[in-house]
């Protein structure tokens, strides 16, 4: 299957400061990623579609100008968390579906982040 | 409203066969996708279904019935490993993946 990283894998970080995370497809152009917050326990919530030289399209109740996405080329998107506060800490993971037909995403390792 | 249910925990005992269901009700159907998660780690890719009937991959097989709006993730011979949460996900008209909230799986010896 496709390839994604994401970096970095841990982060812990001062409340008030901000985040950049990482999300690259290592083995294929990808027009389309996905960003996603998980809460210990719960399930994937999907924050934000990223599509390739456009602007993002947030899901309802997530902050765009809170988490800001930028897609500049096929392989890479960043999410940055500005101002991050306690209660942004979460597992952040990236996905990038599969160009070859099938709609399949594939997820890159995930970045825990912890504001303290 | 969209929805997929699916059992909030399992237990199934190492070396036995395990069947974990999901029912969805949404708007359109582009296929299901079943992925593997573990504690702490990313999701990853099992199977995925558009077309009625079972999908077999080594251990574990995926049924679809459109009609019925319902799936089934089957784990045979199971390993310790295989531990963890198990997610469907609905492909909708608009092509976007709706989430179940997942089946925690426990395997025990």
């Known amino acids: 299957g496709a390839v994604v990283s994401q970096h970095p894998s841990r982060v812990i970080c001062k409340s008030g400061t901000s985040v950049k995370i990482e999300c690259r497809s290592l083995?294929?152009?990808?027009?389309?990623m996905f960003w996603y917050r998980q809460f210990p326990k719960q399930s994937l919530m999907l924050m934000a579609t990223s599509n390739e030289g456009s602007k993002a399209t947030y899901e309802q109740g997530v902050e765009k100008d809170k988490f800001l996405i930028n897609h500049a080329s096929l392989t890479l998107s960043t999410l940055t968390v500005t101002s991050a506060h306690p209660e942004d800490s979460s597992f952040y993971i990236c996905?990038?579906?599969?160009?070859?037909?099938?709609?399949?995403?594939?997820f890159g390792p995930g970045t825990r982040l912890l504001v303290l | 409203g969209q929805n997929i249910d699916q059992p909030t925990e399992m237990t199934a005992t190492e070396g036995a066969i395990v069947q974990i269901n999901c029912t969805y009700q949404t708007s359109g159907f582009n296929g299901l996708f079943w992925y593997q998660q573990h504690a702490g780690e990313a999701p990853t890719f099992l199977s995925y279904n558009v077309l009625d009937g079972l999908e077999e991959k080594g251990r574990f097989s995926s049924f679809l019935s459109r009609s019925k709006g319902y799936s089934y993730l089957l784990l045979k011979e199971l390993q310790m490993k295989d531990s963890a949460s198990y997610l469907c996900?609905?492909?909708?008209?608009?092509?976007?993946?709706?989430w179940g909230a997942g089946t925690k799986l426990i395997i025990k010896p």
């Open positions: 083995d294929f152009q990808a027009t389309t």
């Open positions: 996905s990038a579906r599969d160009p070859g037909g099938v709609e399949t995403q594939y």
């Open positions: 996900a609905v492909l909708d008209s608009n092509y976007q993946l709706i």
